[in-house]
């Protein structure tokens, strides 16, 4: 199975958590990158992946080799998205 170079990756806020938004997304482990943010959602898309080319300590969890991106909410909260290759995505609050 081959390692997709493309990835999207959309993260969709509780609707129990009215009000919630993005302030900011940062990206790591992506030779390209997009970011929108709307009013309840997060949209990332990464190209040109290379997850051979990932080198960083931040693009390591687990001894595996990731791309990630962190989002940073409102009230000072984070969410951690992390994708392995051939693996599922991992969302971290």
Do not use: C
């Amino acid at each position: 199975m081959e390692i997709p170079k493309n990835i999207k990756v959309v993260y969709t806020f509780p609707e129990d958590e009215p009000g919630m938004r993005a302030d900011s997304v940062g990206v790591h482990g992506a030779g390209k990158h997009t970011k929108n943010i709307h009013d309840n959602k997060v949209e990332i898309l990464l190209e040109n992946v290379n997850f051979n080319k990932i080198g960083s300590p931040a693009d390591w969890t687990n001894g595996r080799q990731a791309v990630g991106a962190n989002i940073r909410l409102a009230r000072e909260r984070y969410l951690s998205i992390r994708i392995f290759p051939l693996r599922s995505t991992t969302i971290r609050t």
